[in-house]
């Protein structure tokens, strides 16, 4: 594990797979011993915490931040109160040292990452001929109109495998 993980994105439009390949890269990576992270970016309000919980109530009364902590895990939520979403960046540093930082999400980050696509996806429109960042595609159907890599979405060791050359993370034994 580096201070500086290394970090590589799944970007998409809704409905893409982009979820279903995070998941399963992630099993596959922590299978093959590695300790991964996620940051996922989400296009809408969302909320972690249930009404009527304390941790909830502390945020209504007004608190900044509420630190959950129990003993397997715990969460801090942090209230923007309208400041501005954090950065890319700022989020990134809040991660914990770990071997790789995949991302859902953030398809305009200038960060090494592979499209995903489903026929059954809201928009249809490809990512990867305006992004240079994108390096290869994984889709459910062919994919004819591209220089780059492409991979059946569901072969996660293929895609794994491409994940760990793109971003010279080391080979675990």
Known sequence: M???PRIFGIAGWKNSGKTGL???LVEE????GYRISTIKH???DFDIDKVGAD???HRQAGAHEVAIVSGTRFAIMHELRGAPEPSFEEILSRIAPCDLVLIEGYKREPVPK???RRLEANKREPLAPTDPWIKAIAADHGVTETDLPVFDLDDTAAIADFIIAVTGLPQHT
């Open 114 to 116: 592979i499209e995903a």
């Open 55 to 57: 941790s909830f109530r």
């Open 42 to 44: 989400a296009h809408h």
């Open 29 to 32: 990576f922590t299978r093959r």
């Open 2 to 4: 580096t201070d500086k």
């Open 22 to 24: 995070a998941v399963r």
